[in-house]
């Protein structure tokens, strides 16, 4: 049971480059969540959903894009990286909700130069 | 908007000593209250989880209360151990607002 995978764990970008955040989760968990963390801060959340075929915007979704095609797969799409998004992403899951418990990935490393 | 406050940011404490972490929010209405551990380069581990309903939880040695009332949450740590050395992140409102956490180390 692999829990929530995230792929790449590092990456460097440049300044207008374009990349996928990979997240899968293999629990059937309904609900999936995008996190940024920046340095010594807390968790921001980006974008979350509550099932296939439905996303819904967070605290700080400017930037970026999802789409959840499957329940088990949720991609975090940044188009025009900027230095600003450099930060740690996290994605998590929960079956319905905070109730039900979060399992979080182990989280990407991302550096926009 | 809600703010969340973890003081202090960091902690040492020697091995064996009781602690309390505070989390501190603007807004009454957090809905829940969750602690988690965050190890380095780690994702969150979820410690406890004390509903809108409830007052406090318990874990093992974790304790962790909430008072909406004052907009304060502690998470209690009984005979601490290195094995406790970490970040640890209060969240509220069904983990929509996270705290910038506590980096506690536990000195053998």
């Known amino acids: 049971n692999a829990g929530v995978t995230q792929t790449p764990k590092f990456r460097i970008l440049k300044i207008g480059q374009s990349m996928t955040l990979q997240c899968t989760q293999d629990?059937?968990?309904?609900?999936m969540y995008w996190y940024r963390q920046d340095p010594g801060m807390g968790l921001k959340l980006i974008y979350y959903s509550v099932g296939a075929g439905i996303t819904d915007k967070g605290e700080v979704p400017n930037g970026y894009n999802v789409s959840r095609s499957t329940t088990e797969d949720f991609p975090l799409r940044l188009e025009l990286a900027a230095p600003s998004q450099t930060s740690v992403y996290f994605c998590?899951?929960?079956?319905?909700?905070?109730?039900?418990?979060?399992?979080f990935g182990s989280g990407t490393r991302l550096t926009v130069v | 908007k809600q703010e969340v406050t973890q003081i202090p940011a960091a902690l040492s404490v020697p091995e064996g000593e009781n602690l309390v972490l505070n989390c501190s929010f603007t807004?009454?209405?957090?809905?829940?209250l969750q602690w988690f551990r965050q190890d380095p380069g780690k994702g969150l581990t979820s410690l406890l989880l004390?509903?809108?309903?409830?007052r406090e939880q318990t874990s093992g040695r974790l304790n962790a209360s909430l008072d909406k009332s004052s907009g304060r949450s502690t998470l209690y740590i009984a005979a601490s151990q290195p094995g406790d050395s970490a970040t640890y992140l209060c969240s509220g409102a069904n983990n929509l607002f996270f705290g910038t956490g506590t980096r506690l180390t536990v000195i053998p």
């Open positions: 998590a899951s929960s079956y319905k909700g905070v109730t039900y418990g979060y399992t």
């Open positions: 807004d009454s209405a957090i809905y829940n």
């Open positions: 629990m059937n968990h309904n609900y």
């Open positions: 004390i509903q809108s309903s409830q």
